[in-house]
């Protein structure tokens, strides 16, 4: 474990901020960083985790059905979460965090994100999609569909747990596709993953 001193982004005094920086292993994750930043002045925190350990690019696929909504799965800050019958992408950005849930809690946060989507939505077409999204989920749930579950990590850091879940490896031009939502740096030459970080 370090601590150092640094100037807050908040309140800008100088020296006031504590940054603690540790790592450890977790099980699934591999070897992790966890930081820690508080301003002793104006009260400002923030902690995050990010997976240092890189393995092979991975794809995990599960056709979700009632009897395995308790799948469990590691999603990590670098993974993209598609179910491509309801429409539904969630890309890493630069607040990603990584979790474990189960196929279910997947699910639930799905459904979180378009409740909110739908309480914006002023277009019709956009909230009777939504609202079909919400019985699609619903039916799900029940047993009453069949829907497929993709998770997608260039960096290997995720994991659909159950004897149905079928692994790949990610191919180059996959993973081209994916956002990271990190700037990487290999063989001491800086490549940036995402386009989007050069703007």
């Known amino acids: 474990m370090s601590k150092m001193l640094s100037d807050c982004p908040i309140c800008k005094q100088q020296k006031c901020m504590e940054v603690t920086t540790k790592t450890e292993k977790i099980p699934y ?28 690019p991975v794809k995990y696929t599960l056709i979700i059905k009632k009897d395995n909504l308790n799948a469990r799965v590691v999603k990590s800050q670098t993974t993209t979460i598609t179910i491509p019958e309801l429409g539904l992408k969630v890309e890493p950005g630069p607040q990603s965090q990584g979790y474990v849930s189960n196929v279910e ?38 047993g009453q569909k069949e829907i497929t ?41 800086l490549e940036i993953d995402d386009e989007k970080g050069e703007d």
């Open 29 to 56: 994750f591999g070897e992790i960083m966890e930081s820690t930043l508080f301003c002793h002045k104006c009260g400002y925190k923030h902690a995050d985790a990010i997976c240092i350990e890189k393995k092979d």
């Open 105 to 142: 809690g997947v699910l639930d946060r799905f459904r979180k994100a378009v409740q909110t989507a739908l309480s914006w939505a002023e277009d019709e077409h956009a909230q009777k999609n939504a609202l079909h999204i919400l019985d699609s989920i619903q039916e799900v749930k029940d």
């Open 149 to 189: 579950l993709i998770v997608e990590d260039p960096f290997g850091h995720s994991i659909i747990i159950h004897e149905d879940a079928l692994k790949s490896k990610l191919s180059a031009e996959e993973i081209e596709k994916l956002e990271t939502g990190f700037i990487t740096f290999e063989n001491n030459e």
